[in-house]
């Protein structure tokens, strides 16, 4: 999908934004007079009266140049982000598959333009990886779409950043629909070394320097699996060299079948998903890259596959994590935070973090506890926390705060180690931050995000969250990164 920002008309459809209000914006109004009237007269029939959704296409007759305007309703004239994004995503739903492939978008301000462009990329995720049987019909004819502003340049360098991110978006969703026999810990490893081509310098490090380093937690999750676990870094350095970086963590199991602690049969198969926060993690990497973002950041993944196997994890093996801290296993599926430990570990041994964010679908409470509507967020600073719902609020991947705090911490002890992997049922998703707590050092400002409830999409789809990856992550911590490091 190619989205460009132009002052003048040239393709053969344009589009109207259209409110509630149903007259006519200036330049369509200029067509109607030209046309007849034929516009205002589509206004008036069916039923379209401008609400976000509805649409109208008048056919123009031959000679007139344009072969089509498409009135598309925006719902009031002073829309916020988040609608102008839907309203991108609806008139790139509504002309994907109409048989043009270039469409002009005409009659809204350059800042709506910016926003509704990045609604129409976001809508245009497709993921046909594993489709052989797609009908031409199936697939869009739409490739082109250009915004007319009064200032291309000026628009074209608003919507760099936003694109950046969307890129990011993309890479996200791809990671988390792929398959889990396609991606798995080496196979995933091979697509973050693929970032060097943006930038990134990519290091993996496999089961032989893991055990080196004595990152034995994460080694046992993975430990039953034919598949090596793998630790992938990547760093994309835009800063002062001297500047310390921001460091990001992210969950990364390939598949989670709870290991000899077995989940149900019954909708296993979205597990493939449990590598949300690692993907989450490659493509904000990739949108520094693409934005070409001044600061440093890392990005650090614990790639596994947790599986039953006659060498697996058993409930009552006690691991000793590479911060010397032992952990008695009580659940097998409660594998998440046995990766991020050892990984948050490696963060502050081999850097000093500014901040550290990790983001996993850790835990199924949260998604009892907030629906698919938000994220939980967890941290030991209220000015980092301040700092991401703001983020969450601007991009549209909104993270609402839990509570830390001893009491909980206290669900942890075990009778044999330092702790055990599970704190009973009752705040299920608060014990398990509060595991991840214990492998943060004083001082180190930090968050956890968890986004089991929101990294693929359950029930309703928003048109510009077409597949069933929502890619949630990129958009929110690259402009995290960007309000808080970057300016
Ligand atoms: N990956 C799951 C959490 C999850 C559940 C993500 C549903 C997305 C949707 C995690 O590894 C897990 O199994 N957590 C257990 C923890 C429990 C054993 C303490 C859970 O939530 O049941
Ligand atoms: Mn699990
Ligand atoms: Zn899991």
Redesign the pocket.
């Known amino acids: 999908m190619k989205i460009s920002f132009s002052e003048k008309t040239s393709a053969e459809v344009q589009i109207f934004l259209v409110s509630e209000k149903s007259s006519l914006p200036a330049a369509a109004e200029a067509l109607n007079g030209q046309q007849d009237g034929l516009l205002a007269e589509a206004l008036k029939t069916g039923s379209f009266a401008g609400k976000v959704g509805q649409v109208a296409s008048v056919v123009l007759p031959a000679g007139s140049g344009i072969r089509r305007a498409v009135l598309v309703g925006r719902g009031t004239d002073e829309a916020d982000d988040r609608t102008l994004e839907r309203i991108g995503g609806e008139l790139y739903k509504a002309m994907a598959h109409a048989g043009f492939s270039a469409i002009d978008v005409c009659d809204v301000t350059d800042t709506e333009a910016v926003r509704i462009a990045l609604g129409v990329k976001l809508a245009a995720y497709r993921f046909d990886t594993y489709r052989t049987q797609l009908k031409e019909d199936q697939k869009p004819t739409l490739d082109t779409v250009t915004l007319i502003v009064s200032d291309g340049q000026e628009a074209r360098t608003a919507f760099g950043p936003l694109e950046a991110a969307a890129d990011g978006t993309y890479l996200a969703r791809d990671l988390v629909n792929l398959a889990p026999n396609d991606l798995y810990p080496e196979s995933y490893a091979r697509r973050l070394e693929a970032l060097s081509e943006h930038g990134v310098e990519v290091e993996i490090l496999g089961e032989a320097a893991l055990e080196q380093l004595g990152m034995n937690a994460m080694l046992g999750v993975g430990q039953g699996s034919v598949r090596e676990s793998q630790l992938g870094i990547m760093k994309w350095m835009g800063g002062d060299p001297d500047e310390d970086p921001v460091v990001l963590v992210g969950k990364g199991?390939c598949f989670?079948t709870?290991g000899v602690?077995l989940?149900p049969g019954a909708g296993m198969e979205?597990?493939r998903?449990?590598m949300g926060g690692s993907a989450a993690v490659a493509g904000t990497m990739l949108a520094l890259a693409r934005r070409k973002a001044k600061v440093n950041v890392v990005g650090l993944v614990g790639l596994v596959e947790n599986m039953p196997d006659g060498n697996a994890i058993r409930p009552g093996d006690v691991l000793v994590s590479a911060s010397g801290q032992t952990i008695e296993v009580q659940?097998t599926?409660?594998?998440?935070r046995l990766v991020l430990c050892d990984v948050l570990w490696y963060a502050q041994e081999h850097f000093k973090p500014r901040a550290i964010v990790d983001l996993a679908?850790?835990?199924?409470?949260i998604?009892i506890g907030l629906g698919h509507h938000y994220a939980g967020l967890f941290c030991n600073d209220d000015s980092l926390a301040e700092a991401l719902t703001r983020a969450g609020q601007t991009e549209g991947e909104r993270v609402w705060r839990m509570p830390l705090g001893p009491e909980y911490d206290r669900q942890l002890k075990s009778k044999f180690a330092d702790m055990r992997n599970?704190g009973g049922r009752p705040a299920?998703s608060i014990t398990?931050a509060q595991f991840l707590q214990r492998f943060v050092q004083e001082g180190v400002s930090w968050a956890h995000i968890d986004i089991?409830g929101v990294?693929w999409v359950e029930g309703e789809k928003a048109v510009t969250d077409p597949s069933w990856a929502s890619g949630f992550g990129p958009r929110l911590l690259d402009r995290w990164i960007a309000q808080t490091y970057e300016s």
């Open positions: 199991v989670d709870g602690s989940k979205d597990m998903g449990d659940n599926d409660a594998e998440g679908t850790l835990t199924g409470a998604v599970i299920g398990a089991a990294a």
